[in-house]
C-alpha cells in the first residue's frame, strides 16, 4: 500500500542502525513498533525476533496488522474463499450508495462497478464471520486482503482526503482480490489499536521502534475510507468527501507533539528506543535531541531520502523531493 509516511524503502538503513546498535541475536528480544501503520517494519523484523509487539490507532491499520503479525500458522482453504468473494455478484451497499457516483453522491472515490465489488465481498466476509464459516485470522487475512486490493482501485490522487473527477488509469480494472500474505513463522506476537501514550504504560520489550506522524496531516482524515472499509459501520458521512468522525492525533499538533513524545519516552519500559523523523516535522531535531538525551545515551543517523509528495494546490503532481531522514537513538538508562 502506497502510505503517507511508510519506511518499506528504508527498511535497510532501519534494520542495518538497529543491529550495529543493539549488537546482539535478535532472537531473544521482544521488538515493538508502536506506530505500525502497514506494518512494513515489525514486518522485517517478523522472521527474527522473539516476539513482535505491533500497534496503531487506526482501526483499518489494526485490520493489516493481525494479518500480517498476529497470522503466523497457515490458514485453510484460503484459496477457495478467495475464489468465492472474486466471483460473486456485485451488490448495492455502503460503499456503492455513498462513496460512487452511481449511488446518487458526487463522490467517485472508485468505479460503481468496484464499488459493488467491495460491498459484496465485505458483507460476505462478515457473514462468514457471524455463521461461524471462518475463525478469527481466516477472518482478519480475508479483511487485509480486501483492504490491499480496494486500496490498488482507488480513484484518488494518493490519500482518501478528495477523490478524482474522472477515473483514473489505476482505477478503471475490475477489483481482483487478492491474498495477502503473511510469513508463517507459529510464534504469538501481540497486536493493539490503541493510542501509543496508553499501550505504552501496559507493555515491556526490549528493542521500541517510534514512527509516528511528522506533520499535522491526520491518518484518520486521509484514510477514512480504509477504516469505513475494514469496520463496516453505518454512519452518516459528511461534507463533499464523506468524512466519518476521525482519530485526532496528538502527534499531528505543533502545541501538543513535545508533551506526548516526552511522556512517551519516560513511560517506556524498553532499553533501545528508536524514532524516525524528518527534517521537516513539527519537532525540531534539537529538540527530539533534548527530550531524549534526558532519559539515557543518545546518538543520530542520518540518510538523505527521496519521496515523492502530492502537490499541495492541485494534489495531482507528484514531485520527487529530497528529505534527510532521521533515526533517533536511545539506549535507556532511567
Ligand atoms: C508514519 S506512520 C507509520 C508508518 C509505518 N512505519 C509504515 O511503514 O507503514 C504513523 C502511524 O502512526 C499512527 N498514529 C498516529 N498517532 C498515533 C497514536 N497517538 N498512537 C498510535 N498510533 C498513532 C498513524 O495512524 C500512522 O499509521
Redesign the pocket.
Known sequence: MN??????RLTSFIKETIYEVVNDDLSKLIFCD????????GRNFKAEVKQLIA????YY?YTLLRNYITNSKVLKDTDALIEMLNTLEPQKGFIYTNYCRGGGTDRQYFTDENGQRIDAIRSEIETWKKAQKIDEATYYFLLASLLESADKVANTASVYGAYLKHIKKSAAPKLLLKPAQFLVDNKTHLVYN????VLIKKIKGDVLYL???YNARQ?GANYHILNTIAKYDEFEPKGKTGLRDYNK???CSKPKVKASFEALIRDAQFKYIFLSYNNEGLMQVDEVKEIMEKYGAYSLKAIDYRRFKADKTANRNHKATKTEEYLHVLIKTI
Do not use: R
Open positions: 502510505y503517507i509516511g511508510s519506511k518499506q508502536i506506530f505500525a501503520g502497514t506494518g512494513s517494519v500497534n496503531d490507532m487506526e491499520s490503541e493510542d501509543a501514550n514512527d509516528p506522524p491518518y492525533s496528538n502527534y
